[in-house]
Nanobody
């Protein structure tokens, strides 16, 4: 069994900062790309940022220059540092990881339960 546990969500004023963390646990052989997605009410889930196993990163245009994704492979952890937050950043943020389990062939995409981020104006 594999699960992703998120932390760091909450309410913050516009212009403030927040750091989200996500830790994968269970019978894990390896973790490939990890990412953060968000979904605002009435909108589809969108990619916010991703980071490959080699630490290459990609960001949505809306967060470039404000958000930073990082990972700690030894800790099976991915983090999202969010600075200069705007009300439009308000959404449920989801952690995602491509994981190969021990004694398993192939990769499966796992998702966290989501954590609410609310930016007040």
């Amino acid at each position: 069994q594999v699960q992703l546990v998120e932390s760091g969500g909450g309410l913050v004023q516009a212009g403030g900062s927040l750091r989200l963390s996500c830790v994968a646990s269970g019978s894990i052989s390896s973790i490939g790309t990890m990412g953060w997605y968000r979904q605002a009410p009435g909108k589809q889930r969108q990619l916010v940022a991703l980071i490959t196993s080699g630490a290459s990163t990609e960001y949505a245009d809306s967060v470039k220059g404000r958000f930073t994704i990082s990972r700690n492979n030894a800790a099976n952890m991915v983090a999202l540092q969010m600075n200069s937050l705007k009300p439009e950043d308000t959404a449920v943020y989801y952690c995602q990881a491509d994981i190969t389990r021990t004694r398993q062939v192939g990769v499966f995409g796992y998702w966290g339960r989501g954590t609410q981020v609310t930016v007040s104006s």
